[in-house]
């Protein structure tokens, strides 16, 4: 025969082992609680008291590249956009309207000035009368050079006939045919006739000066004549105005007909080949702005190629003005005043401790900060460094995969621990 277990077999009673069964249960219900409020003292205890995690707003440290950029909304101009003004006061006419296409020289208005026209008129006249004068002076000074030259040649010969008088008084005094009187006046007469030429010669210098020199005078009022005739005429030129630019017409700033005052703007062109985006950047920002940082300005959906042209050296209204230029050519179909948003690259850092930006961090600061682990808030130290639109640079404090609080940290009261609880 085969035997079985039925010998180790025994029957166990109905009433005895449930009972066990309780008390075992009951037990590890104990200790799952007693270790449920030992957890839950330990977090009591880590904080100092709780807040409300609703009212913070936590955010998770990674790590990755930290774009600087600022988007603005800028609005399209003209690099070139002159205003063209009026030379003379008078009535203005037209000859174009606002929005029609302009060629560089080509005729948009004319303005009719009598005044101008007459005193034109007037100058003339004026340079023609001292072009006579100027004329009148020329001869005279051929006339006194002249008549000097007469003087010098006459007491020459004067000097000449007193020698030979003088020469032949010698000779009649050697051979006793005249006294000597004669001889010493014929000696005077010729000393005489040597002091006049050297006056008349010293008359002819003199006289070539003032005569020149009221030349001079005479020429130099002409030349102010001519140059003042030559501004009235570029003037009455001028009141035939030009486009200075392939472009279009703009704005009529006056209307048609009206009386103009000098020097007053009229009409304004614009060059359609040179448009540039302005925008208004915050102070915070701009203080890293450069001229010639690159950057991109949307238009439609394609973005086109820019650059910092300028920045102004001025803060208004917490905010400073710049100008953006397309690299290449400018896009099809812009218009003057047209919105566009531009986006302008200020940095780049790859590998980098990055969190969400907020109102509680700050860049480059060293303000401690609440590290989040297990519903509990550390206060700890922490320095932020560059800031882009919604990251902020962490160089020390935490590391990727902390939980940290970035908005609310006032409600915290500087608390070095708090508990976050869900209600």
Do not use: C
């Not at 009951?26 to 807040?51: D, K």
């Amino acid at each position: 025969m085969i035997r079985d277990t039925s010998n180790q077999d025994m029957s166990l009673g109905s009433g005895v082992e449930p009972r066990r069964l309780r008390r075992w249960g009951v037990g590890v219900v104990l200790l799952l609680a007693l270790g449920l409020g030992v957890l839950g003292a330990r977090r009591w205890g880590l904080g100092e008291r709780s807040v409300d995690r609703q009212r913070v707003r936590i955010a998770e440290v990674t790590r990755g590249k930290l774009v600087r950029d600022i988007v603005a909304d800028g609005r399209v101009t003209a690099a070139n956009n002159p205003t063209l003004y009026a030379e003379a006061a008078g009535i203005i006419t037209f000859r174009v309207r606002a929005g029609d296409a302009a060629k560089r020289g080509q005729p948009l208005a004319e303005i009719d000035s009598p005044e101008l026209a007459s005193q034109l008129g007037q100058e003339r006249a004026l340079m023609a009368s001292l072009e006579t004068e100027a004329e009148r002076a020329d001869i005279l000074v051929q006339q006194g050079s002249a008549d000097a030259l007469k003087r010098i040649d006459e007491a020459l010969l004067n000097r000449k006939t007193a020698a030979r008088e003088l020469e032949r008084y010698r000779f009649g005094y050697r051979e006793r045919l005249v006294p000597e009187l004669d001889m010493l006046r014929a000696e005077d007469a010729l000393e005489r006739a040597e002091i006049l030429v050297s006056h008349a010669r010293g008359d002819q210098k003199l006289s070539e000066r003032a005569l020149g020199f009221e030349r001079r005078t005479k020429r130099l009022a002409l030349d102010r004549q001519r140059v003042l005739v030559r501004e009235l005429e570029r003037q009455a030129e001028a009141l035939l105005i030009r486009s200075p630019v392939d472009g279009q017409v703009g704005q009529l700033l006056v209307a048609q007909s009206a009386n103009v005052a000098t020097h007053a703007p009229v009409l304004r062109v614009v060059d359609l080949t040179a448009f540039e985006l302005e925008i208004q950047v915050p102070d915070s920002f701009a203080r890293d702005l450069a001229i010639g940082m690159p950057a991109q300005i949307g238009a439609g959906n394609v973005e086109h190629a820019a650059r910092v042209r300028s920045v102004a050296p001025e803060v208004v209204g917490g905010e400073v003005a710049s100008r953006l230029e397309f690299s290449g050519k400018p896009p099809e179909g812009l218009r003057q005043n047209q919105r566009l948003t531009a986006r302008i690259l200020l940095d780049e850092k790859p590998d980098t401790l990055l969190v969400e930006r907020g109102p509680s961090l700050e860049p480059h600061s060293s303000r401690p900060a609440y590290l989040v682990h297990d519903d509990i808030a550390e206060r700890r130290p922490l320095i932020t460094g560059a800031a882009g639109l919604d990251k902020v640079e962490i160089l020390s404090g935490a590391s990727a995969g902390d939980q940290l609080v970035i908005s609310g940290a006032d409600s915290l009261d500087d608390a070095e621990s708090i508990r976050l609880s869900a209600r």
